[in-house]
């Protein structure tokens, strides 16, 4: 039996028994699929689950027309359990309200702009995946495993090449590199819409007594909102990438995101999403932290 049919099969189980009242899921298409609630049992072979479920569905959960619906019950890869642990530490989920369906995950694929009408878009693994250390969700309810073989293994230790080759640069030429990427920001703020650690009711930026950050789409005011975004990630983020998979322009948002978490892994030993009972790195206070990096 496919993950898929195990999928529908516990989604059926757990509406027919009223365990939960709607499943957060994943629905047509089938090669790009989007959420879909599903609140009765006879609608379960809507949900869908293949390599291109991309999207962190938890961002749903913060909804207030999805609270309104009762209990409910989310499916999520590896990388989407751990921002629910997040959000477990921070107060802002109460899992015994929570069913967490975890699906082992192979690998999720997307596919790149193509260069032009008669060149077809590139399909492949996306980047998080190649460095995954939770292919099997950790913390969930009931974990469906996957039915074939893993065809990508990834490489955790990886996890910060990216960014070493970047910080490898000159500051000059990291600078340069920063405004070719935020020049192209719209200030659309899908990262925030897609992030489900951004759950504030008023974000900063749209505040307007007084305005803290230029809300046109200026190379200042990009870098202000992009910055401050990253910072408010800082020892939060868990690398699921939803940021950088919204944004219409293509910024890799992942490496300002990469750089916080790398510090918080250095100088506290802290990775994010990992362990139900850590405190909030930002916070919290250590006799033993090192203070060296500050100085």
Request: proline share 4%; aromatic share 6%; glycine share 4%.
């Amino acid at each position: 039996m496919t993950q898929q049919l195990k999928l529908q099969q516990k989604a059926k189980e757990l509406l027919t028994n009223k365990t939960v009242n709607v499943i957060i899921g994943y629905g047509a298409p089938i090669n790009q699929p989007g959420l879909i609630l599903v609140t009765d049992s006879a609608d379960v072979d809507q949900l869908i689950w293949n390599d291109r479920c991309v999207q962190n569905l938890a961002v749903y959960l913060q909804r207030k027309e999805v609270r309104a619906l009762g209990k409910a019950a989310i499916v999520v890869k590896g990388c989407d359990a751990k921002s629910l642990v997040v959000l477990e530490i921070e107060n802002q989920l109460d899992r015994n309200s929570t069913f967490v369906i975890g699906m082992e995950c192979c690998g999720v694929r997307v596919g790149s702009i193509a260069a032009s009408k008669d060149t077809p878009p590139t399909i492949t693994f996306a980047p998080k995946c190649l460095t995954c250390e939770v292919n099997k969700p950790l913390h969930c309810d009931f974990v469906i495993e996957r039915d074939e073989p893993a065809t990508m293994q990834p490489d955790s230790a990886k996890r910060y090449e990216r960014l070493n080759k970047l910080m490898s640069m000159s500051v000059e030429e990291r600078l340069e590199y920063w405004k070719s990427e935020l020049s192209r920001c719209i200030k659309c703020y899908a990262c925030r819409q897609s992030c489900p650690l951004c759950y504030c009711e008023v974000c900063v930026v749209d505040k307007n007594r007084p305005i803290r950050i230029d809300t046109s789409a200026t190379l200042q005011g990009n870098f202000a909102w992009n910055i401050l975004r990253a910072f408010h990630l800082a020892g939060r983020c868990v690398g699921c990438s939803a940021c950088s998979e919204a944004c219409p322009a293509g910024i890799d948002l992942d490496l300002l995101n990469l750089s916080l978490a790398k510090a918080a892994e250095e100088n506290f030993n802290h990775k994010a999403g990992l362990d139900r009972s850590a405190n909030p790195l930002i916070g919290t206070f250590s006799p033993e932290d090192h203070e060296e990096f500050i100085r």
